[in-house]
């Protein structure tokens, strides 16, 4: 049963850094293109970062350079580490995998065939 579950949420103050966790059983990380998103209530989920099986990684932009994305073989998780966190990056954040080697940034949401059930990040000014 493919699974993913994502941790590491929580209250922050502006400026603090977190570092969210995304654990997969049943299928292997590496092997799939992963993404970050997240989601205010009211809004649309929106992407953060991908990554694809190469490698490659791709950011939205407003995150500049505050985000980086990775993955880990061995523990088969995928990572969001979050710098200087801004108020406006408070939302319930997901992972989600494609079948796909590779990463897409701006497919529809049906296309990421897995996701987890998100954890919270709030960021207080």
């Known amino acids: 049963q493919v699974q993913l579950v994502e941790s590491g949420g929580g209250l922050v103050q502006a400026g603090d850094s977190l570092t969210l966790s995304c654990t997969a059983s049943?299928?292997?990380?590496?092997?799939?293109?992963l993404h970050w998103f997240r989601q205010v209530p009211g809004k649309e989920r929106q992407i953060v970062a991908c990554?694809?099986?190469?490698?490659?990684?791709f950011y939205r932009p407003s995150i500049e350079d505050r985000f980086r994305i990775s993955r880990d073989g061995a523990s088969n998780k995928l990572f969001l580490q979050m710098n200087n966190l801004r108020p406006e990056d408070t939302a319930v954040y997901y992972c989600?995998?494609?079948?796909?080697?590779?990463?897409?940034?701006?497919?529809?949401?049906?296309?990421?065939?897995?996701w987890g059930n998100g954890t919270q990040v709030t960021v207080t000014s």
């Open positions: 989600a995998a494609r079948k796909s080697y590779y990463c897409a940034m701006w497919d529809p949401l049906h296309t990421y065939a897995y």
């Open positions: 049943g299928f292997t990380l590496m092997d799939h293109g």
């Open positions: 990554t694809s099986g190469d490698g490659a990684t």
